[in-house]
């Protein structure tokens, strides 16, 4: 079975970066396009960043400038590097891959449980 597997949240003080990584493993095909999300308490689940297969970005206009999005196509990933972090960016970030299990012919979308990300002030 697919799985998306993150890592790298952690508590940080306001201006840090952190950097979040996301591994889609198991039965792997093909990765098309993959995301960032986060969700806050209290608040609707917000697009962060969208990479194409392509490997071209896109971000929410809450983290232009200071968030950045790659991918690694060999090791089946995704990341965001944050910078300059600030107490609204807290919450809870989720990655979105949308995945071609092998040996089958449509793709369906995976979600990862979530890191939580704390930025105290």
């Known amino acids: 079975q697919v799985q998306l597997v993150e890592s790298g949240g952690d508590l940080v003080q306001a201006g840090r970066s952190l950097r979040l990584s996301c591994e889609v493993l198991g039965p792997v095909g093909d990765v098309y396009d993959m995301a960032w999300y986060r969700q806050a308490p209290g608040k609707q689940r917000e697009l962060v960043a969208k990479?194409?297969?392509?490997?071209?970005?896109e971000f929410g206009d809450s983290v232009k400038g200071r968030f950045t999005c790659y991918r690694d196509d060999y090791k089946d990933a995704i990341y965001l590097q944050m910078y300059n972090l600030e107490p609204e960016d807290t919450g809870t970030y989720l990655c979105?891959?949308?995945?071609?299990?092998?040996?089958?012919?449509?793709?369906?979308?995976?979600w990862s449980q979530g890191t939580q990300v704390n930025v105290r002030a």
């Open positions: 990479i194409t297969e392509g490997g071209i970005p």
């Open positions: 979105e891959a949308n995945v071609r299990q092998e040996f089958t012919y449509s793709s369906d979308t995976y």
